[in-house]
């Protein structure tokens, strides 16, 4: 049954998972001129009722704003470390969407896998999992 009361305590999540676009994001060379593969995992906390009860886009968070939102800055942006590009996602979507919080999750793919030292382990993905508030 709907909700009743907008009075009644939400913890609503948008979720958008494994967006992906090619980024030059690094410390090394390489990364920077012939760019890797990212993964982004988003969760948005935000008040779902309104849409919930008028099932209107215009009252909701538009996942392909969200998903554009991710790209562009994945895409227009260069740095050395995944932190500070999951960072600048975060303010992003603050800045862009009312949401209480964005937490963020980006991976850096490796396709074949990467060997990290002598002992040839295989890394798939690296990345790093943030969460920022709005400001109250």
Known sequence: PPLKSPEE????????SDIRFRGHHGINEREKTKGADYSVDVELETDAQKPGLSDLLKDAIDYAAVTDCVVETGVNTNFNLTEALAGRICS???????????TVKVMKLFR???????????????GVQIMRKRKT
Do not use: N, P, Q, T
């Open 9 to 16: 305590s939400v913890l609503d999540k948008l979720v958008i």
């Open 92 to 102: 992003e979507l603050l800045a862009r969407f009312d949401v209480r919080s964005a």
């Open 112 to 126: 074949h896998g990467s060997a990290v030292d002598k002992r040839m382990v295989s890394v798939y993905s690296a």
